[in-house]
Nanobody, 120 residues
Framework: QVQLVESGGGLAQPGGSLRLSCAAS????????MNWYRQAPGKQRELVAA???????SYVESVKGRFTISRDNAKNTVYLQMNSLKPEDTAVYYC??????????????WGKGTLVTVSS
């Protein structure tokens, strides 16, 4: 079993910054993708930023140039640095990981989410 625990959410003003962290723990052999999703009120969950174990990253258009996803594979941790925050960034942010367990079995895991509120 694998657990993902997010941290770093909270209240920020427009133009401010927050850094989210997600630490994976449990029966982990390796992690391929570690991504950040978000779900705003009344909207569907969307992929915000994606990363691979090899270091490739991608972003939804609305956050390009403002958000940066990074990983520490040795710590099974992914980060999302959010700069120049806008009110439309307000959402619950979820960590996702595709994990290869010790039996070489791939499974998807989700964190419980951390709320980011951007408001003046």
């Amino acid at each position: 079993q694998v657990q993902l625990v997010e941290s770093g959410g909270g209240l920020a003003q427009p133009g401010g910054s927050l850094r989210l962290s997600c630490a994976a723990s449990g029966s982990i052999r390796s992690i391929n993708r570690m991504n950040w999703y978000r779900q705003a009120p009344g909207k569907q969950r969307e992929l915000v930023a994606a990363s691979t174990s090899g270091g490739s990253t991608s972003y939804v258009e609305s956050v390009k140039g403002r958000f940066t996803i990074s990983r520490d594979n040795a710590k099974n941790t992914v980060y999302l640095q959010m700069n120049s925050l806008k009110p439309e960034d307000t959402a619950v942010y979820y960590c996702y990981a595709n994990v290869k367990d010790l039996s070489w079995y791939d499974r998807d895991y989700w964190g419980k989410g951390t709320l980011v509120t951007v408001s003046s």
